[in-house]
Nanobody
Framework: QVHLAESGGGLVQAGGSLRLSCAASGGTFSTYYAAWFRQVPGKERELVGV????????IYADSAKGRFTISRDNAKNTMYLQMNSLKPEDTAVYYCAGTPTAYMGTLEAYYDYWGQGTQVTVSS
């Protein structure tokens, strides 16, 4: 059973940067595809980006392309989300998720493990 825990959220001004971390425990993290999702109250959770087991393949939502970077350090069992040029519309709770399946899509049901979320607030 994999346990995921996000950290690094907070309040930042528009144009600023944040780096989120997702620490995995209880499993072999390197065998999991991993993703970042985000959710705004009253809206569905949306995919931000996905990274393959080795980190060689990444997919980003259009809203994240050019501003956000997903990476992972399997030796540290940790995934990261570097967010630059933040906008107020990036304000959300950010979740990390993992799946042992080679899946890089948007469907939440395919991700078996989820963290508790970390709040990111971008002020204008």
């Amino acid at each position: 059973q994999v346990h995921l825990a996000e950290s690094g959220g907070g309040l930042v001004q528009a144009g600023g940067s944040l780096r989120l971390s997702c620490a995995a425990s209880g499993g072999t993290f390197s065998t999991y595809y991993a993703a970042w999702f985000r959710q705004v109250p009253g809206k569905e959770r949306e995919l931000v980006g996905v990274i393959s087991r080795s980190g060689s393949n990444k997919i980003y939502a259009d809203s994240a392309k050019g501003r956000f970077t997903i990476s992972r350090d399997n030796a540290k069992n940790t995934m990261y989300l570097q967010m630059n040029s933040l906008k107020p519309e990036d304000t959300a709770v950010y979740y990390c998720a993992g799946t042992p399946t080679a899946y890089m899509g948007t469907l939440e049901a395919y991700y078996d493990y989820w963290g508790q979320g970390t709040q990111v607030t971008v002020s204008s």
